[in-house]
């Protein structure tokens, strides 16, 4: 990374830039581009790696793909623009989290199947509902692993803690501290 200084490397803050995004662009190795899906998501940590969850169609181009190559790489990113005006000297800022990973399918009859698609409700703030159930027959559960180092997360304004994840909204008066988050 050119900009070190904008890095994010604390797992803590990680989880609550990827808790800001709603949608995980996944890259998926193909000829002569590489093929980019959007795809809502859910993920946990476990122990050292990072697991992102996604559904899709059981057939189709994304997981024929997989299914020859799992080798991937994930954003997710979220973004503010501060128009004409500035918020410590910036125009804009983001949280932004990439990683790569081995993209497996969970076989429907196991129990990470269901844990990994109550993980997507959840991220999409939803709970598991009866026509959920009935729906993820037709569903493909996906899970993306991940390893610790070959996460990184990246923002404008680099949060130091929790507390400054969310997005400054400024004020036209900078002196004015009332009007900000």
Request: glycine letters at 6%; charged letters at 25%.
């Amino acid at each position: 990374m050119r900009r070190s200084d904008r890095e994010v490397k604390d797992r803590t803050l990680i989880s609550g830039m990827l808790d800001m995004a709603e949608i995980l662009h996944i890259a998926i190795k193909r000829e002569p581009f590489p093929y980019i899906v959007p795809v809502n998501f859910g993920y946990e940590w476990q122990g050292d790696m990072l697991v992102f969850y996604f559904h899709g169609a059981k057939t189709g181009l994304k997981v024929d793909l997989l299914r020859r190559d799992p080798h991937v790489s994930v954003n997710a990113a979220v973004f503010i623009s501060y128009a004409d005006l500035r918020y410590r000297g910036h125009y804009h800022d983001y949280r932004s989290v990439t990683a790569n990973g081995i993209a497996e399918e969970i076989s429907p009859g196991d129990e990470a199947f269901l844990h990994a698609y109550t993980l997507l409700l959840s991220h999409n703030h939803r709970t598991m509902q009866p026509e959920d159930l009935a729906a993820v027959g037709g569903t493909s559960v996906w899970q993306i692993r991940c390893r610790a180092e070959d996460v990184w997360g990246k923002a404008e304004i680099v949060p130091t803690c929790e507390a400054e994840l969310p997005f400054a909204h400024p004020c036209k008066n900078e002196e004015d501290k009332t009007c900000l988050n």
